[in-house]
């Protein structure tokens, strides 16, 4: 083949790539966040009392949440959701956490369900900041009785917020080692290491947070390797736990059945006891 022909498809070739680059640095957040604003249900509908919360985070955004009170609760959990949907999405899980004695706030991050806004990484951790205050100042909730619970994306604004209060514990479940770490493996064929704009940084929060950790992950999950799961548990300090699921990365905590709730249930004892 001539040279020129084969410098013009060279050319074709990078411009192409370099084509596609641009687009991931550009629409990174719309390949990262996937928020609904529709509610499809409330706690009530599964048969669970719950309160209505307002929150004002540092730089005025309002989020909207929910309190879902247990009765003679042994603490109070916050939990984080994932990237996609909203709270009301998460029934499944609150339910889990009532029967286990725990009361639960859950929050929507700015952009997702009724909150105001739209999503970012300094958002994110701001809405949890957010949460965190309205649990110690509003409620008086003291942090030794507050365990700090992130799914997914979720796990790093929860590693993030442990590493700087002092909760009871910190749980994170089918959490990744940070979003350059995720993405490198699922597209391997560009350099997103250095075009990510996103860092959500979850081992080294989890390596900094000074309480009991949890790792949840399952050897199942399509989305996040179980390896990163395994380097979280490995970055953490003592007194740690590792807790393997069964099942994908969405429904892995409900195929997973008894074990699950077997597996939290022992590390709340430890951490708060009965």
Not at 22 to 46: C, D, I, K, N, S
Not at 86 to 102: E, K, M, P, V, Y
Not at 127 to 153: K, M, N
Request: charged letters at 20%; aromatic letters at 10%.
């Amino acid at each position: 083949m001539p040279v020129k022909p084969v410098i013009s498809l060279l050319v074709l070739a990078f411009g192409a790539y370099a084509a596609v680059a641009g687009l991931m640095y550009v629409f990174q957040p719309q390949l990262l966040y996937f928020p609904m604003r529709e509610l499809v249900a409330t706690p009530q509908a599964a048969g669970m009392e719950y309160e209505p919360v307002t929150l004002r985070t540092e730089d005025g955004v309002a989020l909207h949440g929910w309190f879902v009170p247990a009765e003679g609760a042994r603490g109070t959990l916050l939990f984080f959701h994932g990237n996609a949907g909203n709270i009301s999405h998460r029934l499944d899980s609150l339910a889990i956490f009532r029967r286990l004695g725990l009361s639960t706030l859950i929050v929507d991050y700015r952009g997702y369900g009724r909150s105001e806004g739209r999503p970012t990484e300094e958002g994110t951790y701001l809405d949890a900041e957010a949460a965190w205050r309205h649990l110690t100042e509003t409620r008086r909730i003291a942090p030794e009785r507050i365990v700090v619970f992130g799914r997914s994306l979720g796990g790093a604004v929860a590693a993030h917020l442990a590493a700087r209060r002092r909760p009871a514990a910190l749980i994170v479940e089918s959490g990744f080692v940070s979003v350059p770490e995720l993405a490198a493996g699922l597209y391997p064929w560009l350099p997103v290491r250095l075009l990510s704009r996103f860092r959500y940084d979850t081992a080294e929060a989890v390596a900094r947070a000074e309480c009991p950790v949890l790792i949840v992950h399952s050897p199942q999950d399509e989305i996040v390797p179980y390896a990163q799961g395994r380097a979280l548990f490995d970055r953490a300090r003592e007194p740690k736990r590792f807790l393997a699921l069964r099942g994908g990365h969405n429904q892995g905590f409900l195929a997973s059945g008894a074990s699950y709730t077997g597996g939290l249930d022992a590390f709340l004892t430890d951490v708060l006891g009965r």
